[in-house]
């Protein structure tokens, strides 16, 4: 067996680890193989990606993606580093049946101290997806176990993304999406349209107006706040959230936010919900949970919800995954949170703000650009076709830059401590992205 030889004795070259990627190893949304050739990543420090093999002339990339939304301190943090290293010295993982330790306890008290106030209980899990699997099981375990097992549906408005397994999937963005695929195999559940950028009366009239026609057959509504991300990089009013949480309060329906990629300071407010100081019934977090360290998601309820369950028929709440809260996850997670809310991060964010506004000022009149839009620390370019992935992810490249566009969008979400220089270069990558692409 030469091949395992190969992979056994010794480092592999650049080369050879792009063959042994094509031939055996699966990315995101792609083919097997793969179409286009990845970059190969030798370490990240700061905000910089170091390559392997130059890329169009480039070492080292500035990440404009914070590695999808996580991120947010940057690449080989020494606080971060040493919260994983002094727990990798006590222990990496125990089982979480029936044991319990400190770093778990201590994540799950400080996201309930930081986060709107109902919210009382957390339920640790490996990623986003599965954080909004549990959240879909609570809601509709919830009714089960007080007596209306009928309200088994969601609501959620089109242009959304939850992840990529089963339930999550059934709330995407049913039409442009990647899940198209999955029509009648999916469970189907309801959407009402995109919602308006501005506030629109009409709109919120739309939101009151299914949830009350839907009520006897809805457990949740579940959607993201102010942010819709994967599903189209749109923005809303946060009026709208407080239209969906009057109109499930009076109609008996759970009200679920999912804030994997808006938590933790992106849109300007720590959590997208306090933008309209609303509280839902439960809440995901994931992506910058642990500032990009190691998978852990979170999915929090009220006392109400874990009430309900834990006094019906079947009073547990049946997941439980094998590497659920693990220990390096919850630690890191802890010093990531102390290190955000130790520093003036809102400060941090509105500087990103202003830097993308005045970076991308130009952008918007650029031939094929459709729009420019900044919130917090996002930044989008939504062009009048569908990119061409291959020619803007070089040009942003040449530029140093580590971009991701897809469907119709060029846009960048840096991590926080991103100087302004860096900033200013990963706005002239966008451009040129927009241009080549
Ligand atoms: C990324 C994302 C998810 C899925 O998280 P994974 O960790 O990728 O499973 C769910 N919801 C939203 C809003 C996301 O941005």
Redesign the pocket.
């Known amino acids: 067996m030469p091949e395992q030889h190969l992979v056994r004795d010794r480092q592999l070259s650049p080369d050879e680890l792009l063959r042994l990627d094509r031939e055996h190893v699966w990315h995101p949304y792609g083919p097997m193989p793969g179409r286009a050739e990845p970059l190969v990543v030798e370490s990240a420090s700061g905000v910089r990606l170091r390559l392997a093999r130059p890329a169009h002339g480039r070492t080292e990339l500035i990440d404009g993606m914070s590695s999808?939304?996580s991120a947010v301190h940057g690449y080989n943090h020494p606080v971060l580093n040493k919260a994983v290293t002094e727990q990798l010295g006590r222990m990496s993982h125990v089982m979480f049946g029936g044991l319990t330790h400190e770093p778990a306890v201590r994540l799950a008290a400080r996201l309930v101290e930081i986060t709107p106030e109902p919210l009382r209980h957390v339920f640790l899990s490996d990623?986003?997806?599965?954080?909004?699997e549990v959240a879909v099981k609570m809601c509709l375990q919830y009714w089960r176990s007080v007596g209306r097992p009928a309200k088994q549906r969601l609501l959620t408005w089109r242009g959304?993304?939850?992840?990529?397994?089963w339930q999550?999937m059934a709330v995407c963005d049913p039409d442009g999406g990647m899940h198209q695929l999955w029509q009648g195999v999916l469970p189907r559940q309801l959407f009402v349209r995109e919602p308006p950028v501005e506030y629109e009366e009409a709109y919120a009239d739309e939101l009151r107006a299914a949830v009350a026609r839907h009520a006897d057959e809805l457990a949740a509504v579940i959607v993201?706040p102010v942010v819709?991300?994967?599903?189209g990089m749109r923005f809303h009013s946060p009026e709208y959230l407080r239209v969906l949480r009057e109109a499930c309060d009076a109609h008996d329906v759970l009200l679920v936010f999912?804030?994997?990629?808006?938590g933790f300071g992106r849109t300007g407010t720590l959590f997208a919900a306090d933008q309209a100081s609303v509280s839902p019934d439960v809440m995901?977090l994931?992506?910058a949970l642990t500032g990009g360290y190691l998978?852990m998601?979170a999915t929090l309820c009220t006392s109400r919800v874990a009430d309900g369950i834990s006094q019906g028929e079947v009073p547990v709440l049946a997941h439980g995954p094998t590497f659920m809260a693990n220990p390096l996850a919850a630690a890191v997670a802890c010093a990531s949170i102390d290190l955000l809310l130790g520093q003036d991060w809102q400060q941090e964010v509105k500087r990103l703000e202003a830097g993308l506004r005045d970076g991308l000022a130009e952008t918007g009149a650029l031939p094929g650009v459709r729009e420019v839009r900044v919130l917090g620390g996002i930044g989008v370019v939504q062009l009048d076709h569908e990119v061409d992935m291959a020619a803007a992810t070089e040009a942003a490249v040449r530029e140093g830059v580590w971009l991701r566009p897809f469907r119709d969008l060029i846009y960048t979400m840096p991590p926080y401590v991103t100087s302004d220089e860096d900033l200013a270069r990963i706005c002239g990558a966008v451009t040129a992205a927009a241009t080549a692409g």
């Open positions: 999808w939304w990623s986003g997806s599965v954080a909004v959304g993304y939850h992840g990529d397994t999550p993201e819709q991300g994967a599903g999912d804030e994997i990629a808006t995901c994931g992506k998978t998601a």
